[in-house]
């Protein structure tokens, strides 16, 4: 039988600053769009908790909110945690989708449904939970050290997704957040003797907002 060690970390997930599309409440999910004046102004008049480890999504705004709130912290990449893929929503907000009839079956669905041309929310899921055992597999390699303070600049769905999934508190609209607000939690996994980490281990405990915790 093989042995497995459980292990734990702290973790801070924080949504990007506002960008253009935001302000707007348009989908904004492949397309690489700056954050706006306001979006940075925003996350320069908050207090986010230090942290000596940065990860993130690839996407520019994600970048450039880490370069605002860690300017000395390298950021590394996760892939599978850009934003979802809002296929041919993407752009649009209510005003322009309104009498689309495929959005009306999505908000009727609860938005369980797929995005026409996009993904499903299953999907998103699961490409996010790859992102996780990625990123806990580099935590592991790297011998970071269990007290280290971790943080973590992705988009309000990968927030969502990875709280749902692995929390135990809530469902996936259940986790929205504002832009540049995130969540605290600890995260706790079983790795093997030689060092695979199980899937089915993954779960996130004490999950706070940031806005509750004074950030």
């Known amino acids: 039988m093989r042995n497995f060690t459980e292990n734990q970390i702290e973790l801070f997930l924080i949504r990007h600053g506002k960008t253009k599309a935001n302000q707007e409440k348009r989908y904004l999910g492949k397309t690489e769009e700056n954050l706006s004046e306001q979006g940075k102004k925003e996350l320069e008049e908050k207090t986010y908790p230090l942290v000596q480890y940065l990860f993130g999504s690839?996407?520019?705004?994600?970048?450039?909110?880490?370069?605002?709130?860690?300017?000395?912290?390298?950021?590394?990449?996760?892939?599978?945690?850009?934003?979802?893929?809002?296929?041919?929503?993407?752009?649009?907000?209510?005003?322009?989708?309104?009498?689309?009839?495929?959005?009306?079956?999505?908000?009727?669905?609860?938005?369980?449904?797929?995005?026409?041309e996009g993904e499903s929310r299953e999907e998103f899921i699961f490409r996010c939970g790859r992102g996780l055992k990625r990123f806990l597999e580099l935590v592991i390699n790297w011998k970071i050290a269990e007290?280290?303070?971790?943080?973590?600049?992705?988009?309000?769905?990968?927030?969502?997704?990875?709280?749902?999934?692995?929390?135990?508190?809530?469902?996936?609209?259940?986790?929205?957040?504002?832009?540049?607000?995130?969540?605290?939690?600890?995260?706790?996994?079983?790795?093997?003797?030689?060092?695979?980490?199980?899937?089915d281990s993954i779960r996130m405990e004490k999950i706070t907002a940031l806005s509750d915790a004074g950030s």
């Open 147 to 199: 007290n280290a303070p971790i943080g973590a600049v992705v988009h309000g769905g990968t927030i969502m997704a990875l709280l749902s999934r692995y929390g135990a508190q809530g469902d996936y609209f259940d986790f929205q957040c504002k832009n540049g607000e995130g969540y605290h939690c600890f995260v706790k996994f079983s790795v093997g003797e030689d060092g695979e980490i199980r899937q």
């Open 58 to 116: 690839p996407m520019e705004r994600c970048r450039q909110t880490a370069e605002l709130l860690y300017p000395n912290l390298p950021y590394h990449i996760i892939p599978e945690w850009k934003e979802m893929d809002f296929g041919r929503f993407e752009g649009k907000n209510y005003e322009d989708l309104k009498d689309d009839m495929d959005y009306q079956k999505w908000i009727d669905s609860n938005g369980t449904l797929p995005f026409p």
